[in-house]
């Protein structure tokens, strides 16, 4: 079984319905991530979670929300979905303890393929 | 702020030809270097990194990289590509307070026959 799980691994949705992308890990890393990849612009960081009680936006944020349920789970949520939306979602994880070292350092799920029509 | 620019968005090469994937970064703080690569239909994976050390790093698949802090560059090498190279490639910085990784916006490796 995967580290990252990302579910669901596609779908397809229409402009203005509400959508949640769900992640869950098994690495027990305490920092989470979301992560947005659209052709020829890599990827894009929406919310990051350092704990469970900590929520941050990053460089694309308007338009989504998270929550952090738990160490293991955190979810992504569009409002009302946009065809703008479309794009590849990734979870991610990070570990600022466990090497001793924080590097940044990510580890992905397998990518969550969006598609607002 | 940190930033990365990856010089070529797609290279094209042929089978057992050598590969350089450039990639510059910025930043005013001492950095952590990497480099991932994401198979066709496939999330990202770890290549190779950079944390102190040597400044040639090795990785899988026979790709190495080379730290370079006077350029602010840490291109990627391999001396001979196979087909199951092509990918995309994605050289990321991190650094500062909080570790956070930033992509540069990747480049396609298309190993032709």
């Known amino acids: 079984d995967a580290d990252v799980t990302q579910t669901p691994r596609n779908r397809i949705t229409k402009t203005g319905k509400r959508i949640m992308l769900e992640c869950s890990q098994t690495?027990?890393?305490?920092?989470m991530y979301w992560y947005r990849q659209d052709p020829g612009l890599g990827l894009r960081l929406i919310y990051y979670s350092f704990d469970v009680k900590d929520i941050n936006k990053g460089e694309i944020s308007d338009g989504y929300s998270v929550s952090r349920q738990a160490q293991a789970k955190f979810s992504l949520s569009l409002e009302s979905a946009i065809p703008n939306q479309t794009a590849l979602y990734f979870c991610a994880t990070s570990d600022p303890h466990g090497t001793g070292t924080n590097t940044g350092e990510l580890f992905f799920g397998e990518g969550s393929r969006l598609t607002v029509l | 702020a940190q930033s990365v620019t990856q010089l070529d968005s797609q290279v094209p090469v042929f089978e057992e030809a050598p590969v350089e994937l450039r990639c510059n970064y910025s930043?005013?703080?001492?950095?952590?270097l990497f480099w991932y690569v994401q198979y066709p239909n496939q999330g990202l994976q770890l290549l190779l990194k950079?944390?102190?050390?040597?400044?040639l790093v090795k990785g899988i698949n026979g790709f190495e990289a080379e730290f370079n802090k006077s350029q602010t560059s840490f291109h990627l090498r391999k001396p001979s590509v196979h087909i199951s190279d092509t990918a995309e490639y994605f050289c990321a910085v991190s650094g500062g307070s909080n570790y956070k990784l930033t992509f540069g916006k990747g480049t396609l490796l298309t190993v032709n026959p």
């Open positions: 950079y944390l102190s050390g040597s400044t």
């Open positions: 930043s005013s703080v001492s950095v952590y």
């Open positions: 690495k027990g890393h305490d920092r």
